[in-house]
């Protein structure tokens, strides 16, 4: 197997082109696990680490704000926490503080796993994934149509992820998941909201609960019709019948982390619960 570390980006896209079948490296928390189940073994690995374009930030000129893929999921939080919250409550939940201080949301966007803590947020977010190659140049990835199937993204073979793209938070954001124990745990489910009041409408993620991590878009469109934007009065019917819906967009499978209908169970009332969070917060602060 060989061993690739280009220093700069340009030297990155050039090694892709030239072995496709390089599995990049960022943090290394994915794939090392892979490789010593010997789960895949691939000719090449392509290391990242050196790159240092790939760990920086910015607020661009059209508000939003571009996130290297390098940005661990430690920073993230520190650095973006009030920008991006539900991202924010997303990584705290990630394995361990040595896996936060290695893994990166990239990291997650290229290993694609329903599973991925990362992906609810991005998806609730309305989020946009920046891929490149050497060959066609940047394109943009809207995170919906990012994750194909299980473990398969929309990147091409010579394509890497550069960076993602979102707005900062315009109202509450909320994610919360599902575990066998209370940390270092994979999610058996997990549920992201994002309500955007001045557009009042709401973003949604599902994950852990479809062959890819998908939008409840149904219940979005629920929320965007029936929630009384204007008075704040929630009724009590509305979070059950939010959390239904929520429920019907996941198609989960029985594996050793959980039943298909227990996780329909739990999406319910993750969905439930984060929209419950996110209008009390939105109300109390006016």
Same mark, same amino acid.
């Given at each position: 197997?060989?061993? &690739?570390?280009? @220093? ?11 072995r ?5 490296? %960022?943090?290394? =928390? ?17 290391? &990242?680490?050196?790159?240092a374009? &790939? /760990?920086?930030? $910015?607020?661009? !000129?059209?508000g ?23 991202? @924010? ?8 503080p ?10 997650? &966007? ?9 992906h609810?947020?991005l998806?609730?977010?309305?989020? +946009?994934? !920046?891929? +490149?190659?050497?060959?066609?140049g940047?394109?943009m ?11 398969? $993204?929309?990147?091409?073979?010579? +394509? ?12 509450? %954001?909320?994610? $919360? ?14 549920f992201a909201?994002a309500?955007?009041?001045?557009e009042?409408?709401? /973003? =949604?993620?599902? /994950? $852990?609960?479809?062959p ?11 929320l965007a019709? !029936?929630?009384d934007?204007? =008075? /704040?009065?929630? #009724?009590?019917?509305l ?5 239904e ?9 029985? #594996?050793?982390?959980? =039943?298909a ?5 739990a999406?319910?009332v993750?969905?439930?619960r ?13």
């Open positions: 197997m060989d061993f &690739l570390r280009p @220093a700069t980006w340009a030297e990155a896209l050039e090694a892709k082109a030239e496709p079948g390089a599995v990049p490296v %960022q943090g290394g =928390t994915d794939v090392m696990v892979e490789l010593n189940f010997d789960v895949r073994r691939p000719d090449a690995l392509l290391d &990242l680490n050196r790159v374009a &790939l /760990g920086e930030w $910015s607020a661009e !000129e059209d939003r704000l571009r996130v290297g893929s390098g940005v661990t999921y430690a920073r993230l939080i520190d650095e973006l926490g009030d920008r991006l919250p539900g991202l @924010a409550q997303a990584a705290r939940t990630v394995g361990s040595q896996i936060r201080n290695r893994g990166t949301v990239g990291g997650n &966007l290229g290993a694609a796993s329903p599973a991925g803590d990362g609810p947020p998806l609730a977010a309305g989020a +946009e994934i !920046e891929v +490149e190659s050497a060959a066609r940047v394109r990835i809207p995170a919906g149509e990012f994750y194909l199937g299980v473990k398969r $993204s929309a990147l091409e073979a010579d +394509e890497l992820i550069r960076a993602f793209w979102t707005r900062p938070a315009g109202g509450p %954001q909320y994610f $919360s998941k599902v575990g066998t124990r209370n940390a270092m745990v994979i999610a058996v489910c997990s909201l309500l955007h009041p001045a009042r409408r709401a /973003g =949604t993620g599902v /994950g $852990s609960a479809a890819t991590p998908r939008r409840a878009v149904a219940a979005e469109e629920f019709a !029936e929630l934007w204007d =008075t /704040g009065r929630l #009724d009590p019917g979070p059950r019948r939010f959390g819906l929520a429920a019907e967009a996941a198609s989960p499978i029985d #594996d050793v982390r959980g =039943t209908d227990y996780r329909r169970h999406v319910a993750l969905a439930r984060t929209l419950t969070w996110a209008w009390h917060d939105l109300w109390k602060e006016g």
